[in-house]
């Protein structure tokens, strides 16, 4: 008996269907949230430069970023120097490359740990209740009256400024976020019916969190933590700013910033300030407009709307 079936008598037809099936339900997802969310495409389209940068930062800078070249000093954008040269004569465009390494390690070395404490916390505080989530918001409620900034000071100060004890002090900043968000998650996730039937069939209190609540609550976690990102960035940036971050010379965008503005460099010399001040808008506002896609994009209500 002969078939019809075109792609089935010919062996390439056999061999490529599938893949061409695959490719495009794999595609499909990106290109549905790129004609729905611009913005955040786009968005996510920066973050992915900014991630190959700091990956390959080492290719791209033409320069050692740490290296002085008094003879070079102040000079504007040219051929040999695309973004000019600072006080030390160092190239702007290496130290905005390795300065990503440092805001991105910063970032997420601060948001991944504070995410998944305060996920935890905040999912066995709603599901627990009584007194255990009565002193466990109070003391998050301490954390979050005191002004962020001053906050970060403080440990930093306490801690030591280095590339290791930053991420420490942002990262318990974003601890208390992280609880009321994954808090507020859990106590509607409480309330669905498969809980109740765990409950039921004698699960322990501990399966019940594990493989029920945490995980259909991480959704506004995760929009969350991509939120925070941007925030940890620019907290960093502030305090290299203050001179309370990564110690120089090691390249930070905050650190930049702040030698822009010492001696009045920045009016003889604008390129100090825009060229660093740019890339940090850049990261921080591409994480905001992403997270806000994602919350759009993964909120069945808003998606709805």
């Keep these: 008996m002969t078939t019809t079936s075109?792609?089935?008598?010919?062996?390439?037809?056999?061999?490529?269907?599938?893949r061409l099936r695959l490719v495009q339900g794999t595609l499909a997802g990106p290109a549905r949230f790129a004609r729905g969310y611009p913005l955040g495409a786009f968005s996510a389209c920066v973050l992915a430069a900014f991630v190959l940068m700091a990956a390959?930062?080492?290719?791209l800078a033409p320069y050692d970023p740490l290296a002085q070249n008094l003879a070079a000093h102040q000079l504007p954008p040219s051929l040999a120097h695309p973004l000019g040269t600072d006080a030390f004569g160092r190239d702007v465009w290496s130290r905005i490359v390795f300065g990503s390494r440092v805001s991105l390690?910063?970032?997420?070395?601060?948001?991944?740990?504070?995410?998944?404490?305060?996920?935890?916390?905040?999912?066995?505080?709603?599901?627990?209740?009584?007194?255990?989530?009565l002193l466990l918001q109070r003391v998050v409620d301490t954390f979050i009256g005191f002004p962020p900034l001053v906050l970060s000071m403080v440990l930093v100060i306490g801690l030591?400024?280095?590339?290791?004890h930053v991420p420490i002090a942002i990262?318990?900043?974003?601890?208390?976020g992280a609880v009321r968000l994954s808090r507020s998650a859990a106590l509607s996730v409480i309330q669905e019916p498969y809980v109740e039937a765990a409950r039921g069939v004698g699960a322990t209190r501990l399966r019940i969190i594990l493989q029920h609540v945490l995980p259909n609550s991480l959704t506004p976690v995760f929009v969350g933590a991509t939120g925070a990102l941007a925030t940890a960035?620019?907290?960093?940036?502030?305090l290299s700013f203050l001179g309370l971050g990564v110690p120089p010379p090691e390249p930070s965008w905050g650190s930049m910033l702040a030698e822009s503005v010492q001696q009045g460099r920045?009016?003889?010399?604008?390129?100090?300030?825009?060229?660093?001040g740019?890339?940090?808008?850049?990261?921080?506002?591409?994480?905001?407009?992403?997270g806000d896609a994602l919350r759009d994009t993964l909120d069945p209500r808003l998606r709805q709307r």
Excluded: M
């Excluded at 075109?6 to 599938?18: D, F, I, K, M, Y």
């Excluded at 030591?160 to 290791?164: D, I, K, P, R, T």
């Design 56 to 59: 390959f930062a080492s290719f």
């Design 233 to 238: 960035i620019l907290a960093e940036a502030a």
């Design 160 to 164: 030591g400024a280095s590339l290791s």
């Design 266 to 276: 920045l009016r003889a010399a604008p390129w100090l300030g825009i060229f660093p």
């Design 6 to 18: 075109s792609h089935v008598l010919s062996p390439l037809g056999v061999a490529r269907e599938p």
């Design 105 to 133: 390690y910063v970032g997420f070395l601060s948001v991944l740990p504070a995410t998944v404490i305060g996920s935890v916390l905040g999912v066995t505080s709603a599901y627990l209740g009584g007194r255990v989530d």
């Design 171 to 176: 990262g318990l900043l974003l601890i208390p």
């Design 278 to 290: 740019l890339a940090l808008t850049l990261a921080v506002f591409s994480f905001a407009l992403l």
